[in-house]
């Protein structure tokens, strides 16, 4: 059998899964985010916390073990660079203009959220215009290798943490996903006890939330977002063994540039995206001319795998009854949410990627680019909740 | 009957839509892959991609079918639909 075929078909399966665990968990690193600056409320941050600790340290057991050998897992390595830092800018500031990132922005538009299809609809503009204009016109890929001598792209294993620290040492994955990993999950352990002392002392009674019961089985209830963490970690390792055990390449999870090969998609009857000849040309890739999708393949097993989440959850927000074209009262959220997918496009191109490719995977890969990435995507999260109070 | 207060029709039609591009969407792999240099696929993956974007197509209207059945024959989808509790109910109606 095709062995491209069974791996597409495994990750279209994670898709739904995915889709289910960001519908049912409200699985939103900008949600989670406002809830902590507005009401210091962690329950979303709680989950995303399980979903990068268990996931990363299950990667470091895999690569420890040599289940998935350090030579494959690497050649999906995002490198580390200074467009992290200023894409997270970005990209935390067009997420935080449109209240979703791009695990929320997937929920909601597919809940029915119609602010969330505008912003999608920035997205895909944005990187046609990061694609057709900064991407030729500053020659991008000859400034992420020749800038900043300490953050720019270090060839090979050279990007990869356990190889830094500790050699070829077989257990150097491990003790790295021991450091990041285990810091995620106590932080999310400790954060959740904290939450059940101070709803248990406000009520009177010792409170706790099951972390999965028959109600959310049975889509009646919501996930609670340790189940929707879980969840994701399970579909990240099932993307991982899939892409490996299939075509002989890992692959990490991502989501912006899927909407790259959508804009190519929609726009190929009436021009191809990966042909187009513009007038600035890539000094750095002499062959071909000048716009990022030729740098790019037709489809990535991701582009497949955003596909199925988006149906996996309009699949469960129909089954948990809470499926509705929802329009804003104020119609100016509209062009807010253009505006900021834009910046969102943008940003992510210029950071290679999103809050799930590049921050999530990047600590998958073990790679400093989900370090990097993280400050300045909270940063810009922030900056855009007090933009909002200011102008609303 | 009560009156019907979701949008199910929406999201079966959503599902629908995911199939249907699904499917487009392997019907030009091959096209846009035709003269790439960086990135090229092989024959053999843009022939296993195509076979399970369609497969999934087919699965996703499938679906579609089973939650119209779902909503309009046994009409067990029919209720009030939900908020998301997705932080951002304020900037809409409630009908």
Not at chain 1, 219 to 243: H, T
Not at chain 1, 253 to 262: A, C, Q
Not at chain 1, 269 to 290: H, M, Q, R, T
Not at chain 2, 64 to 80: D, M, N, P, T
Request: aromatic share 18%.
């Amino acid at each position: 059998m095709n062995p491209y075929f069974i791996e597409y078909s495994i990750i279209g399966i994670a898709g739904l899964i995915f889709g289910v665990a960001l519908e049912r968990g409200r699985m939103c690193f900008v949600l989670a985010t406002n809830n902590i600056f507005t009401a210091g409320d962690t329950k979303i941050l709680e989950g995303i916390l399980w979903a990068f600790g268990i996931s990363v340290l299950a990667f470091g057991i895999v690569e420890s073990l040599g289940i998935i050998p350090v030579h494959a897992a690497i050649q999906g390595v995002f490198p580390m660079g200074w467009y992290d830092l200023v894409g997270a800018l970005l990209f935390g500031f067009g997420i935080g203009i449109c209240g979703a990132c791009m695990s929320g922005l997937i929920f909601r538009a597919a809940s029915g959220f119609t602010q969330n299809w505008m912003q999608l609809f920035g997205i895909l503009a944005g990187t046609i215009f990061f694609a057709f204009i900064i991407f030729p016109m500053t020659n991008f890929l000859y400034w992420i290798l020749h800038t900043i001598p300490w953050l720019s792209i270090k060839p090979g294993i050279s990007d990869y943490i356990p190889h830094e620290w500790f050699g070829d040492a077989a257990w150097g994955p491990f003790v790295v996903a021991l450091i990041f990993g285990g810091f995620f999950l106590i932080l999310g352990l400790y954060l959740t006890k904290r939450r059940f002392k101070k709803i248990s002392n406000e009520r009177g009674e010792n409170y706790k939330e099951p972390i999965i019961t028959w109600n959310m089985l049975k889509f009646k209830e919501p996930y609670s977002p340790r189940l929707g963490g879980l969840l994701f970690a399970v579909v990240a390792i099932i993307v991982l063994f899939a892409s490996y055990y299939t075509v002989h390449k890992a692959a990490y999870l991502g989501v912006t540039t899927p909407y790259g090969s959508f804009d190519t998609y929609i726009l190929a009857p009436f021009i191809n995206l990966y042909n187009v000849v513009g007038p600035y040309k890539a000094s750095f890739l002499p062959k071909i001319s000048s716009n990022w999708f030729q740098i790019v393949p037709v489809a990535i097993p991701m582009t497949f795998l955003v596909i199925c989440t988006f149906a996996g959850a309009t699949i469960t927000a129909i089954l948990g009854g809470e499926f509705k074209w929802r329009v804003p009262r104020r119609k100016m959220m509209f062009v807010q949410n253009f505006a900021g997918g834009i910046l969102t496009g943008v940003g992510a191109r210029i950071a290679l990627g999103c809050n799930i490719g590049t921050l999530w995977s990047g600590f998958l890969m073990f790679s400093w680019a989900g370090v990097l990435f993280l400050p300045t995507l909270v940063l810009g999260m922030y900056l855009a909740l007090k933009f909002q109070e200011l102008v609303w | 009957m009560a009156k019907k207060k979701n949008h199910n029709w929406c999201g079966i039609s959503f599902i629908a839509a995911y199939g249907l591009f699904t499917i487009y969407a392997s019907s030009i792999l091959s096209y846009l892959n035709n003269g790439k240099e960086i990135g090229k696929l092989s024959g053999t993956a843009i022939s296993g991609i195509k076979q399970s974007f369609i497969l999934f197509g087919f699965i996703f209207i499938g679906i579609a079918i089973v939650l119209f059945l779902r909503e309009y024959i046994f009409k067990s989808g029919i209720k009030e639909a939900g908020d998301t509790e997705s932080g951002v109910a304020p900037h809409y109606f409630k009908k």
